[in-house]
């Protein structure tokens, strides 16, 4: 939960972009074939009869495969889904999903920051828009990173935007 200090408004959330998602979910799409294949090929090269007792014990190993990877894909779905910053017209909230019950908030205030980087690397990151975000601070923990950040050209712009409307009011 978020807590806002009082004239606190959130302009903008920062997530993960959706194709890191799907590199992930293809991941475990393909680990749900991977026993399938492995019967096919083991049924081609040794002709191997398929029995009764075979049959059910390969469904119910086959059943826990797929439970477990189902499993997986839960956990990389919620690391992606509550990964976020979250930025409000006085600070940046840095909200980090590390697994299913493990979960590290920081922030900082829009004028500790010193400089703000991003990177984009390769041609389908190019192409998609996705990258990663660097902050600088001049607190104790003085980088703050979300890796495949969506956008980040614009997100770098509007953070720039903020620091500058907030040293100019004051």
């Known amino acids: 939960m978020i807590y806002l200090e009082?004239?606190?408004?959130?302009?903008?959330?920062?997530?993960?972009?959706?194709?890191?998602?799907?590199?992930?979910?293809?991941?475990?799409?393909?680990?749900?074939?991977?026993?399938?294949?492995?019967?096919?090929?083991?049924?081609?090269?040794?002709?191997?009869?398929?029995?009764?007792?075979?049959?059910?014990?390969f469904g119910f190993l086959y059943s826990g495969w797929v439970l477990l990877i189902w499993i997986y894909f839960f956990v990389v779905w919620t690391d992606y889904y509550l990964d976020v910053w979250v930025i409000t017209n006085e600070r940046i909230i840095d909200i980090n999903q590390k697994g299913i019950f493990n979960r590290e908030i920081s922030s900082f205030h829009l004028n500790r920051i010193q400089d703000v980087t991003i990177e984009i690397s390769g041609l389908i990151a190019t192409f998609l828009h996705f990258g990663?975000?660097?902050?600088?601070?001049?607190?104790?923990?003085?980088e703050f990173i979300?890796?495949?950040?969506?956008?980040?050209?614009?997100?770098?712009?509007?953070?720039?935007?903020?620091?500058?409307?907030?040293?100019?009011s004051k």
């Open 132 to 142: 990663t975000l660097h902050v600088q601070t001049a607190g104790e923990k003085r």
């Open 6 to 57: 009082p004239n606190e408004k959130i302009l903008l959330e920062v997530r993960k972009h959706w194709f890191i998602f799907l590199i992930e979910a293809l991941g475990s799409i393909i680990a749900v074939f991977i026993p399938l294949v492995f019967l096919f090929v083991l049924n081609f090269f040794y002709n191997i009869p398929i029995t009764i007792p075979l049959f059910t014990l």
């Open 146 to 168: 979300i890796k495949g950040a969506n956008k980040p050209e614009e997100v770098k712009n509007f953070i720039l935007k903020l620091c500058k409307d907030e040293y100019d």
